[in-house]
């Protein structure tokens, strides 16, 4: 198995295809398999896609320790000087996209193109774990909560009620190796605390921004669309693009949608 030993941390990863380096950053405590399920298939056709472990997540190590959305944007730069990758498109969805922002400002030379998924600068309103997801945890159960709460922010209910056991098979690998609680919490801490709002104008790259037109439902008031109009207000060279009728897991529900969108924006061909 590819490990790599970063920042007094192994970290797992693995890379896919041959061709313009594209990495993938996941989701608050999540784990890479679930770009495994579509994106990976998709783009290793044509690029050396980059996946991996966050500290704390999946196969890499668990150190008690704070995390910060800018200790895993370094753990990124290290892992692309690893890989001997100068320069990666980077796609980020959710935690990830928080993480991508701070890889295109402090190591703007590594990042050639962003895609910033169903993402936002900061949570002016909660910078500690969100008292909804407390209650959730303690009312539900850790297992419990996640599972449902990934359906109700990812899935509307129409695709829920009409596709079972294309929900089912996420949430396999959404489950099959959640992290240790306190790591959990630690992510959530960390996402929370994250702030690039007053920042977002150093980003001169080329960004494509994506959303869900439904994405309104979370742990706090700041909606994943909401913090989309941020983002393509800060950034300068920003393109949004609303995925009509998709809540936040729309790389799954919809990827053939989501990789037209993407590919058209590596290409350059025309708006998106």
């Not at 159960?141 to 695709?159: D, P």
Request: with cysteine.
């Amino acid at each position: 198995m590819p490990y790599v030993h970063l920042n007094d941390v192994d970290l797992y990863y693995e890379t896919h295809g041959e061709g313009p380096p594209l990495v993938f950053l996941s989701g608050t405590a999540c784990d890479g398999e679930l770009w495994k399920l579509n994106q990976v298939p998709e783009f290793s056709r044509d690029h050396r896609v980059v996946i991996f472990d966050y500290r704390g997540t999946g196969r890499s190590g668990k150190p008690s320790i704070k995390f910060t959305t800018k200790m895993f944007a370094e753990d990124v730069a290290l892992l692309l000087d690893h890989l001997e990758i100068r320069q990666a498109i980077v796609c980020g969805h959710s935690m990830g996209g928080r993480v991508a922002q701070l890889l295109a400002l402090d190591y703007p030379d590594k990042v050639g193109k962003l895609i910033l998924a169903s993402t936002g600068d900061a949570m002016p309103e909660t910078q500690g774990i969100p008292l909804k997801l407390c209650l959730g945890l303690v009312e539900k159960g850790y297992e419990r909560f996640i599972r449902e709460y990934a359906c109700t922010i990812g899935f509307t209910e129409e695709f829920a009620d009409s596709h079972p056991d294309r929900v089912e098979r996420f949430l396999k690998v959404r489950i099959a190796n959640l992290p240790p609680i306190e790591f959990h919490l630690r992510h959530v801490i960390a996402r929370q605390e994250h702030d690039t709002s007053h920042r977002l104008g150093e980003i001169g790259i080329s960004t494509l921004i994506l959303v869900g037109e439904d994405d309104h439902l979370g742990s706090t008031s700041m909606s994943h669309r909401t913090s989309a109009d941020n983002l393509v207000y800060g950034i300068r060279n920003a393109k949004l693009h609303i995925l009509p009728k998709e809540r936040h897991h729309y790389f799954f529900v919809n990827p053939d949608a989501a990789h037209r969108i993407i590919r058209e924006f590596l290409d350059n061909r025309g708006s998106v």
